[in-house]
């Protein structure tokens, strides 16, 4: 039996959960989500709870219901309260700037690198080094940082690039002096 999937999702005050079809509408103070449901799996919305019910008793079924079943907790999570994505930009002259709905990062380039933000996802810059990506689809917010980390990865010398804030760079040595003679 799925241990995630058989857990109600609680539904808090301010937040409307609407099963469609199969689609699962979810409309809070930060925004709307809607998910596709995958048919293995049934979702009742009662008593304040969104409960999960698979009709087949076979291994994929089990592992679609706490699928949808996290996949729903993180929807309700984030219209209600939002998720948020830190990265640190590191190395001499590298910084970054919001320009309207784009972030503009100067990283070593010949030219400035320019990123459209997705829909729902909002940049704000600290101190030229810190980018703070928030929004309510942890997906997206994700996908956002992981592209922007891919103009500029860290390399594992001088650590140079962009890191999630937190994340650990494995440092190499560098060359070793020539032996004397």
Do not use: C
């Amino acid at each position: 039996m799925s241990r995630i999937g058989k857990i109600p999702v609680v539904i808090p005050q301010g937040v409307k959960v609407a099963v469609v079809g199969d689609l699962l509408k979810v409309d809070g103070p930060k925004g709307k989500l809607s998910q596709k449901i995958n048919p293995g799996v049934n979702i009742s919305v009662n008593d304040g709870k969104i409960v999960f019910t698979r009709p087949a008793e076979n291994s994929e079924a089990r592992t679609v219901q706490g699928l949808i079943r996290s996949l729903v907790s993180n929807m309700v999570a984030g219209v209600t309260k939002g998720f948020e994505r830190k990265l640190e930009i590191s190395g001499v002259g590298y910084r970054a700037e919001v320009q309207g709905d784009s972030l503009v990062m100067s990283l070593g380039f010949s030219h400035p690198v320019k990123y459209q933000l997705p829909a729902g996802v909002k940049a704000e810059v600290e101190k030229q080094t810190m980018i703070t990506l928030s929004g309510p689809d942890k997906q997206v917010i994700g996908q956002a940082a992981a592209n922007i980390r891919g103009f500029k990865p860290p390399e594992p010398y001088k650590g140079k690039g962009i890191k999630y804030q937190g994340e650990k760079i494995l440092r190499k040595a560098g060359k070793a002096g020539k032996a004397g003679k």
